[in-house]
């Protein structure tokens, strides 16, 4: 085998950019396991701080990233004027109806939308980061089962063992499955592991090529997930797994494709870009909280004002109207991802 070839990474924005704001968040919750793990031993709960750190200012404030790719660029907004007004209007009509019927059917239907959404997103950076690969159906076959495995097997694991003590939105919104079926499900994610070590030893010894950022998605993935899913179990510990490692790359992706800015404005727009959506989410999360839950009233005083809602009636319009926007956003997540395919994506 020739000197190993590292030149020509398919970054997304260049390295630096993509190694602290689309990689370094899959392992970074990692580091701060391994470096505190006495505190996270003994926290197991999603307290105050890291609600407003992972929840309000990183998993609510992503999803409001995708005004600036679709709502506030004229060019994107004309282009798909058409799906950009009716997706919000359809996703509100299906939502009420749906909680009109049973809180907990609006509820286990987001939560299997944000899995959806969430599993796809790895799927998306990874066709991202082999957008300039020469590939075989085979080679493509394999990329994918293995994105896939690295986050389907958590989320089945879950249903299998962890429905009654982990939830996305709300207790019980994950079904539970027969756990006999999990002996089945881990013997298939340990071979397509191995079998993609062994199609990416060939592929390097016949091309001289090793794509770093793919492979350091797909090793972040898979220890993210496992990690958080698997092999802890407090609440705390995979929230900052699961949210860190999604919402941070999300809000990096979109913001390096939405921003125009010239090199001496990067800090204007970057504060503009935060400043937006953090705003926008606490007044999301100010009226959950006044209107829905009350679970932290201390953050939103000015919100304290207002009724908490309890009619069924009112509740099965208000609540998928304060949820359309992570509806909207995760039915927009599967245009996110599209690329103009250059030639040297076909299949050979």
């Given at each position: 085998?020739?000197?190993?070839s590292?030149?020509?990474?398919p ?18 919750p ?35 990233s ?35 019927i ?14 959806f ?6 799927y998306?950076?990874l ?33 299998f ?90 809000m ?54 207002l ?7 009112m ?8 949820a ?21 994506l076909?299949?050979?």
């Amino acid at each position: 085998m020739k000197n190993l070839s590292l030149s020509f990474q398919p970054w997304l924005s260049n390295r630096r950019n993509d190694l602290l704001f689309i990689l370094a968040p899959l392992f970074l919750p990692i580091f701060f396991l391994l470096l505190f793990p006495s505190y996270f031993r003994s926290t197991s709960e999603v307290t105050t701080f890291w609600w407003v750190v992972l929840v309000l200012s990183i998993d609510v404030a992503h999803v409001y990233s995708t005004l600036f790719r679709f709502y506030w660029e004229k060019e994107t907004f004309e282009k798909n004027k058409g799906r950009l007004i009716w997706i919000p209007i359809m996703s509100l009509i299906g939502g009420v109806i749906l909680h009109f019927i049973g809180a907990m059917a609006f509820w286990r239907t987001l939560a299997y939308l944000a899995v959806f959404h969430f599993v796809r997103q790895q799927y998306g950076f990874l066709r991202l980061y082999t957008r300039k690969e020469l590939k075989t159906k085979f080679r493509v076959t394999i990329d994918n089962l293995v994105i896939y495995n690295a986050t389907l097997y958590p989320m089945l694991y879950w249903h299998f063992y962890r429905s009654k003590d982990l939830h996305w939105f709300v207790e019980g919104d994950l079904i539970s499955l027969p756990s006999q079926l999990g002996f089945i499900c881990t013997w298939t994610y340990w071979i397509i592991i191995v079998i993609y070590v062994f199609t990416e030893i060939y592929h390097i010894r016949r091309t001289n090529k090793f794509n770093i950022p793919k492979n350091l998605l797909i090793v972040g993935t898979y220890l993210s997930w496992h990690l958080g899913i698997i092999t802890f179990k407090g609440d705390l510990i995979f929230t900052m797994l699961n949210v860190i490692a999604h919402g941070v790359p999300y809000m990096a992706l979109v913001y390096f494709r939405s921003s125009k800015s010239k090199i001496d404005t990067v800090w204007k727009s970057t504060l503009l870009f935060i400043g937006t959506i953090i705003t926008l989410s606490y007044f999301e999360e100010g009226l959950w909280d006044s209107l829905i839950w009350r679970d932290h009233e201390e953050l939103f005083s000015i919100f304290n004002s207002l009724p908490q809602v309890s009619n069924h009636w009112m509740l099965s319009v208000l609540v998928p109207l304060l949820a359309l926007p992570q509806i909207t956003h995760y039915i927009l997540d599967g245009f996110i991802w599209r690329i103009s395919k250059p030639k040297e994506l076909n299949y050979k």
